[in-house]
């Protein structure tokens, strides 16, 4: 049976005790570029791994992306932001290591630092460029003192008969005879 009107009024429903804010289920991804920043990226969407795979796919074109989550009427709360330029340096930078032939960075070079394969890069690249100049003045050096051995065994070839010879007034060409004089005539 149906109540009655009288009865209708007086019924009360119990209040529901959850959340009735609008779109607390939403997400929020927001990229901007170095090269654009007045024309950033907004994406709005209820499916948090669609949300979590633009901010990859973002990250991977360079983009500083921010993670929002809804935390009801306007209000977001950021979940996490991603420089995905400083991501793509630092993949440049380790590629960079192995093309140049340096050592890969070690696990315990500044472990929590963004920036620690670039650095690496930096560091190995001027010790590379210290040891070029070090071995070119090497170079110079042994050159020197090539051509200075070299010059010297030419001009020891030059002398070596005049040095081989003995001095003329013991050639026997030019020995002086001695006169035989009286003690008077000194």
């Not at 074109?61 to 996490?80: E, M, N, P």
């Not at 010790?127 to 042994?142: I, T, Y």
């Amino acid at each position: 049976m149906s109540p009655t009107p009288k009865q209708a009024r007086t019924h009360r429903r119990k209040a529901v005790s959850g959340d009735r804010t609008k779109n607390v289920k939403l997400w929020r991804v927001e990229a901007s570029w170095d090269h654009r920043p007045d024309t950033p990226v907004v994406i709005r969407t209820s499916d948090r791994a669609s949300a979590r795979r633009k901010v990859r796919q973002l990250a991977a074109k360079g983009a500083y992306v921010i993670f929002q989550t809804h935390k009801g009427w306007d209000r977001w709360h950021t979940l996490c932001e991603i420089d995905g330029a400083a991501q793509l340096a630092e993949a440049d930078a380790e590629q960079a290591l192995a093309a140049d032939g340096h050592p890969p960075t070690p696990a315990t070079y500044r472990p929590d630092a963004d920036d620690r394969h670039r650095t690496w890069l930096a560091r190995m690249s001027a010790r590379a460029e210290s040891d070029r100049l070090v071995a070119e003045q090497a170079a110079r050096d042994r050159a020197e003192a090539d051509a200075r051995r070299r010059r010297l065994a030419a001009e020891s070839r030059q002398h070596a008969r005049a040095l081989m010879t003995p001095p003329a007034n013991v050639r026997p060409e030019h020995r002086q005879r001695a006169r035989h004089i009286t003690g008077a005539q000194r």
